[in-house]
């Protein structure tokens, strides 16, 4: 098969980029016309397809869970240690927002948790069999996280229930935060400092989902429009953030 | 006998015309004399002969072409007498225009009509004497489509307006505006003579297309505009000068005489027709121009109830187009004012605590009342003033001085007041009275926006007289109720309605329990039986609340409490009971006082019964062995006390401390009372201020139901709707019991998205999930 130049260098630079062989690589990009950035695109949102590059070594994937698990964790589960030290191994620092499309990839239970049918077929999914792949994978990821804006979204709304202590309905106000600075630093810069403020001075309140989802609708609307100056509180906005709205035109007052 | 020459050869239209035209000349000149039937009847015969002199002659050459001969042979014969008949009457009027020029004004009037009546008069008997080529000639041409063939009698009319009217119309209508300007300037003038000109002109107008008919165009022309133009000119000048010398209500008057004297001279003289642009004349000159004084004047007419002249004003620009307009919204807001500084006005008189609810409704009333009978009688009761009227209303009613706190004060001391009347007083009205009382309260009531404070407030106190037994009259209280539920629905009156049954229930209850005890108690027990009477209330229907102190029962009547209990439980099992000691009152019986031998009665709460019952055992206690047998929290213990010394039932040591721990409390004997029934339940200040305060944090609760279970309730029914929208229909659900806010609607959504009742969907959208 033969690739223009400018096909040869998206090819190399996709397989590169999602460590897939040639084949599946070069599948995606001509689903996508060519077009590296889409190709990239769907290849992460849809991490599934990378896998028809060969089976991966189900095995060795069950062998990386149990050299990281401890001890006293019970035999199928990752307990925040274990994710510690396995993060630590990948080079995953947890000031990483890519900690979160991992924790998503791989289907964990709750903060800190993994289980192993999450962990191995979340990797086979995603392809990797071992720690180097992994580590590829993981830039991906990130990558993903960076570029990819329906990708981050699905990654932030999924966030909430995965974030939110077991058995309540709300994610209370300084976990919320902590996200919200790992997340949104950049989506919501003018706004994030004075948003955290507002809350933890005004409101006080544990956030819900709603609050949590339309957050990051807010977010982007301030990123065409900084100032609020076509902000309307009679729109469906909630009214969490109508009152900050309030709040922030009577201190720019 | 008048010499007439023999009825002439039918068949020679020069000898036939000259004997027609000396017979037409006599009618139209010298009718008064009279003409025998023989004249006429062969003037008729002439005209019929000379139609028909062919007929023979052609009958007998073609006898198939009968019908068509004779009509060839008519039309011909008939075209000559037709046009000849013309240049007679041209002829004739030539010499009337003639003789007109010598007359002017009133004097040509005069010959104008003159001449028109014996013309006309003429006309109709040449019509009669031409009716055979009316018949035959005339009728044909005009059925070909001949143009300009008229029947003799319009004919007549043709040549008149041709002839004559073209050229002297001007100089009679000068004549008959003179005429009409010396009426106005007040002369008497002979309006028949106008009349007659008018229906000449009307008589002028013939339509083109079919001249049997007429039409207005010719009396339009030549009369209403020239009348019409006139009497703009006329106006003006005179209503500028008027104004100039006189002030804006001398000149309403005057410009309501003017429009009814110009209504009248239509009625009088003029044609029905020129009513309308007449008046809009009238009205353009008199009131549209002056319009603006008029307006300028409205607010010193209202500010000085001058209600006369707020009438004319409004009758005058009621007549223009959007004449009103401007009227509306300065009546509106002159309202609103006098309401605001009504309310002003009472709430600096009296303390914010101590306004009266009377006197606050008294001083909303009084505004309402006396502009709504300005709308009645000034303004015919206009729907849009009636709105401007409501506007102000619902605007001072909800939002004035004694509101600024919070709008639902006025919903508070509505109910006060309604409570007022209703109660058990010294001073109670008479039944019609009472009637139009509450009837006034329901004025007040229909601009209330929060209907929903107005029924929290209500339906305690009707709790609270229905519990003490003070309301005043069992009808009144249903009058009101159903007046409350015509204004707002079943629904709003339904709790209160179940009050009433519980009332009636208990009454029942009493009886059976009665029976009951007797059915079951031994002679000695029934002896020893507390006197008791009680009423089982629906906890959800009354806006009742448990005590919030805690109360040991007294020894005395706990008997009573358990039989009770018993046998409400034998009947109903699985209630549960709540005691409201606090809404609880008996007798006590005192024999301690040494100055009276008859015992007094003292009407006392539960509480105080507790506290007095232990003086049956001790004439002395610590304040800490009253505080420790009875169980009350200090709230409700100090007054009760505090009014048992203020009576001198009790004495405090030290002497004239204030009660607390470390007094002393014991019976005066020396007790004096000039009554023997001594009432010593007094409702206690604080209570009733905490209360008031409980009420109004109720209905904030009860708002965000009311919002939750609308907004439910319209998602349900429409499962997806926009936001925008679903807020509207929130809004227009709820408006009969309070303005719901935007924020506090958008909580509430908040709220059910939180429940998982809504979702959210792209595009503003919200869908219920079920």
């Given at each position: ?253 | ?365 009084e505004v309402h009342e006396k502009y709504s009978s300005l709308v009645k009688i000034a303004f015919k009761e206009d729907t849009e003033f009636v709105r401007s009227l409501d506007n102000a209303c619902r605007e001072f009613v909800n939002r004035n001085k004694v509101c600024k706190s919070a709008s639902s004060k006025s919903p508070e001391l509505l109910a006060k007041y309604a409570d007022s009347l209703l109660k058990k007083s010294a001073k109670a009205a008479e039944e019609a009275d009472l009637e139009s009382k509450l009837d006034s309260i329901m004025t007040v009531f229909k601009y209330v926006e929060d209907k929903d404070v107005f029924q929290k407030f209500y339906s305690r106190m009707l709790a609270k007289r229905l519990v003490h037994a003070t309301s005043a009259s069992d009808d009144a209280e249903t009058s009101m109720i159903g007046k409350l539920k015509d204004a707002c629905g079943f629904e709003y009156t339904n709790k209160l309605q179940r009050m009433f049954q519980d009332m009636q229930i208990s009454k029942d209850l009493n009886d059976s329990y009665k029976e009951w005890m007797n059915n079951t108690l031994d002679e000695d027990a029934l002896k020893t039986a507390v006197d008791f009477s009680i009423q089982v209330l629906g906890t959800s229907f009354w806006p009742l609340t448990p005590p919030n102190t805690p109360f040991n029962i007294p020894q005395v009547i706990t008997k009573t409490y358990d039989r009770f209990q018993t046998f409400y439980f034998q009947k109903h099992s699985g209630r549960k009971l709540n005691w409201l000691w606090h809404l609880c009152k008996g007798d006590v019986k005192a024999t301690f006082a040494k100055s009276s031998k008859v015992p007094f009665t003292f009407h006392v709460s539960t509480y105080q019964m507790a506290i007095l019952l232990m003086f049956n055992d001790a004439t002395s206690y610590s304040y800490e062995e009253i505080e420790s047998t009875t169980g009350l929290s200090r709230d409700y213990l100090d007054p009760s006390l505090g009014v048992f010394i203020k009576a001198k039932v009790l004495n405090i040591e030290p002497s004239s401390s204030k009660v607390g721990p470390g007094t002393t409390l014991s019976l005066n004997t ?101």
């Amino acid at each position: 098969m033969s690739y223009t130049s400018s096909q040869r260098a998206a090819l190399s630079h996709f397989m590169q980029f999602t460590q897939t062989p040639e084949r599946t690589a070069a599948k995606i990009l001509k689903a996508n016309n060519w077009h590296l950035e889409f190709a990239l695109d769907s290849y992460y949102q849809n991490p599934g397809t990378g896998s028809t590059g060969g089976p991966t070594n189900i095995a060795a994937l069950h062998a990386i869970f149990d050299t990281y698990r401890l001890p006293d964790d019970g035999p199928d589960v990752f307990s925040i240690g274990a994710t510690m030290g396995y993060f630590e191994a990948l080079g995953l620092g947890l000031e990483d927002p890519t900690v979160l499309a991992l924790s998503k990839a791989l289907d964990s239970p709750s903060m800190g948790e993994f289980t192993r049918k999450g962990f191995v077929d979340g990797w086979s999914q995603l392809g990797a069999d071992t720690m180097e792949k992994m580590k590829d994978k993981i830039s991906a990821l990130r990558k993903s996280m960076e570029s990819n804006e329906a990708f981050f979204k699905e990654v932030y709304l999924w966030t909430f229930n995965w974030a939110k202590p077991t058995g309540q309905k709300s994610l209370p106000l300084e976990n919320a935060v902590e996200w919200w600075k790992l997340l949104l630093s950049n989506k919501f810069p003018d706004h994030l400092d004075r948003w955290i403020e507002f809350l933890t001075t005004k409101w006080n309140k544990s956030v819900p989902k709603d609050t949590w989802n339309m957050l990051y609708s807010f977010a982007v609307f301030t990123q065409g429009d900084p100032t609020l100056a076509t902000y309307d509180e009679m729109s469906s906005w909630p009214s969490v953030i109508d009152t900050y709205v309030e709040f922030y035109r009577e201190q720019e007052k | 006998m008048p010499l007439h020459p023999q009825t002439p050869n039918r068949e020679d239209l020069e000898q036939t015309w000259t004997y027609l035209e000396s017979g037409i000349s006599k009618i139209m000149n010298d009718l008064q004399e009279g003409m025998d039937m023989k004249a006429y009847m062969g003037i008729y015969t002439a005209v019929h002969n000379f139609c028909t002199s062919q007929k023979a002659v052609n009958s007998s050459s073609t006898s198939l072409h009968h019908q068509g001969g004779v009509h060839r042979g008519a039309h011909l014969l008939g075209e000559d007498l037709y046009n000849n008949l013309i240049h007679y009457l041209s002829a004739h009027l030539a010499g009337l225009k003639q003789q007109s020029t010598q007359y002017t004004d009133e004097a040509l009037l005069g010959f104008y009509i003159r001449e028109w009546d014996r013309y006309t008069t003429a006309a109709k008997y040449i019509n009669h004497l031409f009716r055979y080529l009316n018949r035959h000639w005339v009728k044909r041409e005009m059925d070909e489509g001949k143009k300009n063939i008229y029947d003799v009698y319009t004919l007549h009319l043709v040549r008149w307006k041709i002839d004559l009217f073209d050229s002297v119309q001007k100089h009679v209508m000068d004549g008959v505006l003179k005429l009409v300007e010396k009426q106005r300037n007040g002369e008497t003038i002979e309006t028949a003579m106008v009349k007659s000109i008018v229906d000449s002109f009307v008589s002028l107008g013939l339509d083109e297309n079919d001249s049997s008919k007429s039409t207005l165009e010719v009396y339009r022309e030549y009369f209403e505009k020239p009348f019409l133009d006139a009497t703009t000119a006329y106006y003006q000048f005179e209503s500028k000068q008027f104004v100039a010398e006189n002030s804006v209500v001398e000149y309403m008057k005057k410009a309501e005489t003017r429009l009814s004297e110009e209504e009248g001279r239509v009625h009088v003289y003029l044609h029905p027709d020129i009513m309308v642009p007449l008046m809009k004349t009238c009205q353009r000159v008199l009131i549209q121009e002056h319009a603006g004084l008029l307006r300028d004047e409205f607010q010193v007419l209202l500010n000085n109830d001058r209600q006369d002249d707020l009438k004319r004003m409004y009758n005058l620009l009621s007549r223009i187009t959007d004449g009103l307009e401007p009227l509306r919204t300065k009546f509106e807001a002159h309202v609103r004012k006098a309401g605001l500084e009504a309310i002003e006005k009472v709430a600096n008189e009296n303390a914010d605590d101590n306004l009266e609810p009377k006197v606050y409704v008294d001083a909303l009333l009084e505004v309402h009342e006396k502009y709504s009978s300005l709308v009645k009688i000034a303004f015919k009761e206009d729907t849009e003033f009636v709105r401007s009227l409501d506007n102000a209303c619902r605007e001072f009613v909800n939002r004035n001085k004694v509101c600024k706190s919070a709008s639902s004060k006025s919903p508070e001391l509505l109910a006060k007041y309604a409570d007022s009347l209703l109660k058990k007083s010294a001073k109670a009205a008479e039944e019609a009275d009472l009637e139009s009382k509450l009837d006034s309260i329901m004025t007040v009531f229909k601009y209330v926006e929060d209907k929903d404070v107005f029924q929290k407030f209500y339906s305690r106190m009707l709790a609270k007289r229905l519990v003490h037994a003070t309301s005043a009259s069992d009808d009144a209280e249903t009058s009101m109720i159903g007046k409350l539920k015509d204004a707002c629905g079943f629904e709003y009156t339904n709790k209160l309605q179940r009050m009433f049954q519980d009332m009636q229930i208990s009454k029942d209850l009493n009886d059976s329990y009665k029976e009951w005890m007797n059915n079951t108690l031994d002679e000695d027990a029934l002896k020893t039986a507390v006197d008791f009477s009680i009423q089982v209330l629906g906890t959800s229907f009354w806006p009742l609340t448990p005590p919030n102190t805690p109360f040991n029962i007294p020894q005395v009547i706990t008997k009573t409490y358990d039989r009770f209990q018993t046998f409400y439980f034998q009947k109903h099992s699985g209630r549960k009971l709540n005691w409201l000691w606090h809404l609880c009152k008996g007798d006590v019986k005192a024999t301690f006082a040494k100055s009276s031998k008859v015992p007094f009665t003292f009407h006392v709460s539960t509480y105080q019964m507790a506290i007095l019952l232990m003086f049956n055992d001790a004439t002395s206690y610590s304040y800490e062995e009253i505080e420790s047998t009875t169980g009350l929290s200090r709230d409700y213990l100090d007054p009760s006390l505090g009014v048992f010394i203020k009576a001198k039932v009790l004495n405090i040591e030290p002497s004239s401390s204030k009660v607390g721990p470390g007094t002393t409390l014991s019976l005066n004997t020396d007790f004096k009372s000039k009554k023997i029934r001594v009432n010593l339940n007094m409702a206690v200040r604080t209570e009733q201020k905490q209360e008031a305060e409980d009420t109004h944090k109720t209905i904030e609760e009860d708002r965000k139901l009311l919002m939750q279970s609308a907004i439910v309730r319209i998602m349900k029914s429409r499962k997806v709707l926009k936001h925008v929208v679903l807020v509207q229909e929130t809004i227009a659900q709820i408006k009969s019991r309070f303005t719901p806010k935007v924020p506090d609607i958008k909580k509430c959504i908040d709220i059910l998205l939180e429940k998982e009742y809504l979702e959210r969907l792209d595009g503003e959208r919200l869908g219920y999930l079920a």
